[in-house]
């Protein structure tokens, strides 16, 4: 098994349907084809790195996975608008995941996320 980070302690398993070929076949399942004349993609690039469509996606799995986010959960005014969030107590910037509204009490119980700006890196893959 490929471990996208060794110190994770839970495991994340990728299958990677989408492929990249260099001659197109029919039983290919997510084959990526240029519109203007049908011809097999076999690189894409993202945040400067050019690679197959596969490890792109392991690549992205990683920048996402790669680092812990603080969640923050407790009680709150009633939220009326969907947005970033910060707290007085903690910085960075928050995403709502969860929202539970006690409307006669004009209060909900919310779970926020931290998130960061997108930090794409490329995998250096490993032969075994």
Do not use: W
């Amino acid at each position: 098994m490929t471990s996208i980070n060794r110190d994770a302690k839970e495991q994340l398993k990728i299958d990677t349907t989408n492929g990249t070929m260099e001659h197109p076949t029919p039983t290919a399942r997510g084959q990526y084809f240029r519109s203007f004349d049908r011809t097999p993609v076999a690189t894409l690039c993202r945040a400067g790195v050019t690679d197959r469509a596969e490890r792109l996606l392991c690549g992205t799995a990683y920048s996402n996975y790669a680092d812990r986010h603080l969640s923050l959960s407790g009680e709150a005014e009633i939220i009326t608008s969907f947005g970033v969030r910060t707290d007085r107590n903690e910085p960075g910037m928050y995403l709502i995941t969860r929202e539970k509204q006690y409307l006669l009490e004009d209060t909900s119980d919310i779970m926020m996320v931290q998130f960061e700006a997108d930090n794409y890196e490329g995998i250096k893959y490993e032969t075994v």
